[in-house]
């Protein structure tokens, strides 16, 4: 004799566990996995196996399209609860930030200084030749970076954007945004490019400091020197910063190409891509707050000793805490 299973039997025989733990989840969502006594927290895996089974069954039986939809859901719900991750996002950021990101950065130390080093020399290239020829400003830096500034501009008019106030709202939406955008970009193009031999991050990072190092013999030429570097580097610490910590991924990832040594090549890449990839998103945290210290602080604080003086503790700030930061974990 053969059976049939209807579709209003298979829901009414099973309903009742599939409402149990939609419930369980709820709380859990809600209130977290404490909220549920020990019993309930032991049933929850049998239950989501019998949300498993049912939804194997539905698609067979070829059940109404609103119940396999239900189904799908709940034992997605039910997986996440299960399988996934115990911590709160609070607990995982703090364990990036406090340990894994200021580890990396130290595991990375090498090609972290050879990126400082890159933008460094690029900077002193891109200054010398520059002072020599200013006509070279125009090869180094590109017309939407320079936004009109250049050999031909006037003294005062140099001068006018490094103390010129603007809107803090606005530039909060827009210029800061702008800026976070633009840099992020570029850091983490110079991370991805790295798998073609850590060749084109180093490039990307000796351009970026010819294009500083143009900037700083415009500026030297009149005379504003000490003003423009109070008005690059309370930002332009962190975002440096953040350049060479991409760049040093890229650099890391070219170095398991070239140098794979006894892993296979792909192994090794997927590997240190893995390592890399931290110093990349601990970058763009950086890259954010230097957009909103270069579309706000530098905008409303005019005082040169003032910005020097919080270039300076930026700078201590980031020593301390990538050097120290984890270090007993």
């Given at each position: 004799?053969?059976?049939?299973?209807?579709?209003?039997?298979?829901?009414?025989?099973?309903?009742?566990?599939?409402?149990?733990?939609?419930?369980?989840?709820?709380?859990?969502?809600?209130?977290?996995?404490?909220s549920l006594a020990a019993g309930e927290v032991a049933r929850l895996p049998a239950l989501y196996r019998a949300a498993l089974s049912?939804?194997?069954?539905?698609?067979?039986?070829?059940?109404?399209?609103?119940?396999?939809?239900?189904?799908?859901?709940?034992?997605?719900?039910?997986?996440?609860?299960?399988?996934?991750?115990?911590?709160?996002?609070?607990?995982?950021?703090?364990?990036?930030?406090?340990?894994?990101?200021?580890?990396?950065?130290?595991?990375?130390?090498?090609?972290?200084?050879?990126?400082?080093?890159?933008?460094?020399?690029?900077?002193?290239?891109?200054?010398?030749?520059?002072?020599?020829?200013?006509?070279?400003?125009?090869?180094?830096?590109?017309?939407?970076?320079?936004?009109?500034?250049?050999?031909?501009?006037?003294?005062?008019?140099?001068?006018?954007?490094?103390?010129?106030?603007?809107?803090?709202?606005?530039?909060?939406?827009?210029?800061?945004?702008?800026?976070?955008?633009?840099?992020?970009?570029?850091?983490?193009?110079?991370?991805?490019?790295?798998?073609?031999?850590?060749?084109?991050?180093?490039?990307?990072?000796?351009?970026?400091?010819?294009?500083?190092?143009?900037?700083?013999?415009?500026?030297?030429?009149?005379?504003?020197?000490?003003?423009?570097?109070?008005?690059?580097?309370?930002?332009?610490?962190?975002?440096?910063?953040?350049?060479?910590?991409?760049?040093?991924?890229?650099?890391?990832?070219?170095?398991?190409?070239?140098?794979?040594?006894?892993?296979?090549?792909?192994?090794?890449?997927?590997?240190?891509?893995?390592?890399?990839?931290?110093?990349?998103?601990?970058?763009?945290?950086?890259?954010?707050?230097?957009?909103?210290?270069?579309?706000?602080?530098?905008?409303?604080?005019?005082?040169?000793?003032?910005?020097?003086?919080?270039?300076?503790?930026?700078?201590?700030?980031?020593?301390?805490?990538?050097?120290?930061?984890?270090?007993?974990?």
């Amino acid at each position: 004799m053969t059976v049939v299973l209807k579709s209003a039997a298979f829901r009414a025989e099973r309903e009742p566990s599939w409402r149990e733990l939609e419930g369980l989840l709820d709380r859990v969502e809600r209130w977290g996995l404490p909220s549920l006594a020990a019993g309930e927290v032991a049933r929850l895996p049998a239950l989501y196996r019998a949300a498993l089974s049912s939804l194997s069954v539905a698609r067979a039986i070829s059940l109404d399209r609103n119940v396999l939809d239900y189904l799908e859901t709940l034992s997605a719900r039910a997986y996440l609860v299960v399988y996934g991750t115990r911590r709160h996002l609070r607990d995982a950021l703090g364990d990036f930030f406090v340990r894994r990101f200021p580890g990396a950065v130290r595991a990375h130390r090498r090609e972290l200084a050879l990126a400082i080093a890159l933008i460094a020399v690029g900077a002193g290239v891109g200054h010398a030749l520059t002072a020599a020829d200013a006509e070279r400003f125009y090869a180094f830096v590109a017309p939407e970076m320079a936004q009109g500034r250049g050999p031909t501009s006037s003294t005062e008019s140099l001068r006018e954007v490094l103390y010129a106030p603007r809107d803090a709202a606005q530039l909060l939406k827009t210029f800061a945004m702008f800026l976070f955008q633009h840099n992020a970009t570029i850091g983490l193009l110079a991370f991805a490019v790295g798998f073609a031999g850590g060749v084109p991050s180093a490039l990307l990072l000796f351009t970026n400091g010819l294009v500083l190092g143009a900037f700083g013999a415009l500026y030297r030429s009149r005379g504003l020197a000490l003003d423009f570097w109070g008005w690059v580097l309370p930002h332009g610490v962190t975002e440096l910063l953040a350049v060479a910590l991409c760049g040093a991924a890229g650099l890391a990832l070219g170095q398991a190409v070239l140098f794979p040594g006894r892993e296979e090549r792909l192994a090794g890449l997927a590997r240190r891509g893995r390592e890399a990839g931290v110093l990349a998103v601990g970058a763009v945290a950086l890259f954010f707050a230097a957009a909103l210290v270069e579309g706000l602080f530098r905008q409303l604080v005019h005082s040169v000793p003032v910005r020097y003086a919080v270039a300076a503790g930026t700078f201590l700030f980031w020593t301390v805490y990538l050097g120290r930061a984890g270090s007993r974990a």
